[in-house]
């Protein structure tokens, strides 16, 4: 069974501040995935990476694939409140398509 | 483009009784996933269908069931309802199954057991 560990589980910030998310398995995925969800709405998917080592940017957002596929991160740089919501990573791997998801971040940016 | 529809948003039911959602995925798409959030789990995979076919299924007893139709709408019906099935239950498309497909979720279905 593939699990993924995120950390931290809560985390409450300033406007303004850095901050960094991760995402550790045991396991080797070929492909991790970074979504976020509102209160009282779906994931969105942020962001896809496939490749160990991947460095991908969106905006203020950055992510990392490790170079073993084993674990990731999300690096946020001057965080606002509009970045307020529960992070995922899920990790997708094996013979049939199936994402497990950790349990997420859930980040609060105050003004 | 329309994005994922899940129908009802909420539903409040009783132990023991029987429940359907619906869930219309994007136009084009053909692969429909289902899952279940709750605080203490977290999502947790339920199972995924393309072409009208099962082709995963988790760790869930076999009062989940699910089934899609030809035109890629997809229901999921849980039967003999118990306290422990009230959570959030998440319906994704993508155009085709496969690792690294990105997933378009629906807002989901709020299922209450009283």
């Known amino acids: 069974t593939q699990l993924l560990e995120q950390s931290p589980q809560f985390l409450s910030i300033q406007e303004g501040e850095n901050l960094t998310v991760y995402c550790n398995s045991s396991s080797v995925f070929s492909s991790l995935q970074w979504y976020r969800q509102e209160p009282g709405e779906g994931p969105v998917l942020l962001v896809t990476v496939v490749t160990g080592g991947e460095v991908k940017k969106l905006k203020r957002l950055t992510f990392q694939f490790g170079d073993a596929r084993k674990d990731s991160s999300l690096h946020i740089t001057a965080a606002q409140p509009g970045d307020t919501g529960l992070y995922l990573c899920a990790g997708g791997g094996g013979s049939n398509y199936k994402l497990t998801f950790g349990k997420g971040t859930l980040l609060t940016v105050n003004p | ?114």
């Not at chain 2, 890629?72 to 099935?85: A, F, P, Q």
Request: charged content about 15%; glycine content about 12%.
């Open chain 2, 1 to 114: 483009k329309a994005g994922v529809t899940q129908t009802p948003r909420y539903l409040i039911k009783t132990r023991g009784q029987q429940v359907t959602l619906s869930c219309s995925p994007i136009s084009g798409h053909r692969s429909v996933s289902w899952y279940q959030q709750t605080p203490g789990q977290g999502l947790q995979f339920l199972f995924e269908y393309f072409s009208e076919t099962q082709r995963n299924k988790g760790n869930f007893p076999g009062r989940f069931s699910g089934r899609q139709f030809s035109n890629s709408r997809s229901e999921m019906n849980v039967s003999t309802l118990e306290l422990g099935d009230s959570a959030l239950y998440l319906c994704a498309s993508s155009l085709v199954p496969g690792v690294g497909q990105p997933q378009h979720f629906g807002d989901g279905t709020r299922l209450s057991i009283l």
